[in-house]
């Protein structure tokens, strides 16, 4: 890693200790019956907070999937239907992956969404991965969370006082928030193991029975998803087994929905290509052991041979994969022109241009600019034509593209990561760091945002740009003193107990 790269502050590595201490993933919360007063208890700016220290912490975890576009697909989803919530949330809906075999999904607090692997792959319709998002939504609405949190410091107080130590530790610089998260993740998950309760899940349920008929989806995925669930439950599989231990599947919340959908005529959507194609990625992703894999090729053979359109470019796409990972790149190219001539993807773009790479960087780049001349919102696309151009060494229009992306995207910090790599390369370094600042701002390492905002504004010799990068550190250290304060309270609440 470059010398530029600092993992100092609140910039984490999973430890082993932490990594046996408490799982990084999981719906912690139990709900008991609680009004608006308990709500409030935890504010939405701290709810924020926290859900930006466990993501911190989360993003080096194995599981964490990085890839730009699964998450950017996920987000898009969970964006598409939060637009039509019944009533205001209070934070924005972000969806990210976890590489898990098991069906589940979780959110978090601050509006952050986790979606297995294996709720994806074995969804057979986007409505029906729509459900379970516009359902977690609904959690995230009804501020569920939030109030699970509150209840849970009304207990014991060992969560706030916990959370808030590690938080303050964190933006003054000092102490380890990974064991604060992790001490997070104990309280919730030992000393309870709840649950949403019955009604929580009921109200989530509804509303987000709402967002799908408004937002486009078929609500009939939202009772197909259940009734999948229910059986993989009663069979007892392992991988059905992990969302109905948080989110109770009743025959009431069942039937609630067949009396729903009874009252509707049969609706005609169309669904998004990508989702098959993200399927069948994920599908990839989460085979690692060598029968899996074996088991997901004979799977996709099957598919290209008996589906149609769509879905048999999604297998021929899997199948290309696979065979560029075994090294069989004229093999992968086949089955790439196969499936392009069906239904053509962002992901098939993306995998194409790292099939050219094998050839040379030159032909990389020129595979590049046509994909992004194909798929200029595609920011898994974005990034491959970023490292194609960097890959053959035209770094300065590698830097101009990055910071255009970057006026595209302004909250995907892997643009900036990518950029103060490409500054690096050209020697600019104060530029670098300043990227890197950003980059970690937007992941919320505040103190390290800080020490590479003070490291540009040292290797700057130029007056404005020093202006420029003091007033930034200002900003950002206001900032920090802002976080404090909203901890306050909650630290003074927990001293008292």
């Not at 409030?40 to 989360?58: D, F, K, T």
């Not at 039509?84 to 949330?89: N, V």
């Not at 999904?105 to 969804?123: M, Q, W």
Request: hydrophobic share 45%.
């Amino acid at each position: 890693m470059d010398h530029w790269v600092r993992t100092t502050g609140c910039s984490l590595c999973l430890t082993a200790a932490v990594a046996l201490s408490a799982p990084a993933w999981g719906q912690p919360i139990g709900l008991p019956s609680m009004g608006a007063t308990s709500a409030a208890e935890l504010s939405p700016a701290v709810e924020h907070m926290l859900g930006e220290a466990i993501m911190e912490q989360g993003r080096h975890d194995p599981t964490y999937v990085a890839a730009l576009d699964i998450n950017q697909y996920l987000t898009g989803v969970g964006r598409r239907l939060a637009a039509h919530a019944p009533q205001a949330l209070s934070q924005p809906i972000t969806v990210f992956a976890i590489r898990d075999p098991s069906i589940n999904a979780f959110a978090l607090p601050g509006g952050y969404i986790g979606v297995n692997s294996g709720l994806v792959v074995g969804a057979q319709s986007e409505s029906e991965l729509a459900s379970v998002l516009a359902h977690e939504i609904g959690h995230v609405m009804q501020r569920h969370i939030a109030r699970g949190i509150a209840h849970e410091s009304q207990g014991t107080g060992m969560m706030v006082a916990s959370l808030v130590g590690a938080l303050l530790a964190a933006l003054a610089g000092q102490g380890d928030l990974a064991m604060g998260v992790a001490a997070f993740g104990q309280a919730a998950t030992i000393d309870r193991q709840l649950g949403f309760s019955r009604s929580a899940e009921q109200e989530a349920d509804r509303a987000g029975f709402q967002m799908m008929r408004a937002a486009g989806f078929d609500p009939r995925g939202m009772l197909d998803m259940f009734r999948r669930l229910m059986n993989a439950a009663s069979l007892n599989e392992g991988t059905g087994g992990a969302y109905a231990s948080t989110h109770p599947l009743s025959i009431q919340r069942l039937s609630d929905i067949e009396n729903r959908l009874s009252e509707l005529p049969p609706v005609q959507v169309r669904p998004d290509p990508e989702f098959w194609f993200v399927r069948t990625r994920l599908a990839l992703l989460q085979a690692v052991s060598g029968d899996s894999r074996r088991n997901l090729q004979q799977s996709l053979r099957n598919e290209a041979g008996t589906q149609q359109g769509m879905r048999k470019s999604a297998a021929l796409y899997g199948l290309a994969m696979l065979d560029r990972q075994s090294g069989d790149i004229a093999g992968a190219r086949s089955y790439v022109a196969q499936a392009q001539a069906l239904q053509d993807s962002p992901q098939l773009a993306m995998l194409a241009i790292q099939l050219a790479a094998a050839q040379s960087p030159a032909a990389a780049e020129e595979v590049s600019a046509a994909a992004w001349k194909r798929w200029p919102d595609s920011q898994g696309v974005a990034d491959g034509r970023a490292h194609a151009l960097q890959a053959a060494g035209r770094d300065q229009q590698a830097v101009a593209f990055l910071q255009a992306r970057i006026r595209q995207w302004p909250d995907v910090p892997e643009f900036q990561k990518s950029l103060a790599d490409g500054l690096n390369r050209l020697g600019r370094m104060a530029e670098a760091h300043e990227a890197m600042a950003s980059y970690y701002e937007q992941t919320g390492a505040l103190p390290t945002a800080v020490e590479h905002l003070e490291q540009a504004r040292k290797l700057s010799r130029d007056f404005y740009v020093q202006s420029k990068l003091d007033a930034r550190i200002r900003q950002v250290r206001e900032h920090l003193k802002t976080q404090r304060a909203l901890l306050a309270p909650y630290r003074n609440k927990s001293d008292g107990q």
